[in-house]
């Protein structure tokens, strides 16, 4: 069965410092990868995806992820975080024959100290 | 403009009542869904629709029945309630099959 497995439950991190939340997922076939992010009381909110191409992807707010196809992982980064991503943050896959079902990884919840 | 819009927001009710949650996505999209977001924030799917069509039905218990009268709308019929129905729900909505969907807010249902 497809899975997505994130490393961190809840990262704490002070302003300015840099970012990386671990994503590794388990599909053999030809996967799209995203991040989502869940702001307090807000709705889920793409941050940004992956098809194909450039394995390096920018997403809004200053985010990228990298997909490592030998790694099975799709982590994303951040130079320097700012106390307004304190947010949820979900990474999920999307296999390509399995009609937009989006399969999540547990979130992990970030929390940027001012 | 919202894009894709929940009512209720919020529900609480007792167990063994019936209750309904709408969904609207004022996108143009073709494909709509449904998500359960439990207590620990793991989120899983529930539904989907293709232009009224069910798509994806992951073994959800049949109290739980979605209805789609046109592509724009997905409501969320739940009978029966109980205790571990209790959970976000949330709608979305994508153009075709792609996992670049689009969220609503959330029904935070508590069953009590």
């Known amino acids: 069965a497809q899975s997505v497995s994130q490393h961190n439950h809840h990262v704490i991190l002070s302003e300015a410092a840099s970012l990386e939340l671990g994503c590794n997922y388990s599909y053999g076939g030809t996967v799209n990868l995203f991040w989502y992010v869940q702001y307090p009381g807000q709705h889920l909110q793409l941050l940004l995806k992956y098809f194909s191409g450039d394995p390096l992807v920018k997403g809004i707010k200053g985010f990228e992820a990298e997909f490592i196809k030998s790694k099975f992982s799709f982590n994303l980064r951040k130079p320097s975080v700012q106390w307004s991503d304190t947010a949820e943050y979900f990474c999920?896959?999307?296999?390509?024959?399995?009609?937009?079902?989006?399969?999540f990884g547990q979130g992990t919840e970030l929390s940027v100290k001012p | 403009d919202t894009a894709v819009s929940q009512t209720p927001k919020y529900l609480v009710t007792q167990m063994g009542n019936d209750k309904s949650i709408k969904c609207e996505q004022n996108l143009g999209h073709d494909t709509m869904y449904w998500y359960k977001q439990d207590s620990k924030k793991f989120l899983k799917i529930m539904f989907s629709y293709n232009n009224k069509e069910l798509i994806i039905n992951e073994t959800v218990p049949n109290r739980f029945s979605p209805k789609s009268p046109d592509k724009a709308h997905l409501n969320l019929h739940i009978n029966s309630l109980e205790l571990g129905d209790s959970a976000v729900y949330f709608c979305?909505?994508?153009?075709?099959?792609?996992?670049?969907?689009?969220f609503g807010p959330g029904t935070r249902l508590t069953v009590t």
């Open positions: 999920a896959v999307n296999a390509g024959n399995q009609g937009g079902k989006l399969i």
């Open positions: 979305a909505s994508s153009q075709v099959f792609t996992g670049e969907q689009y």
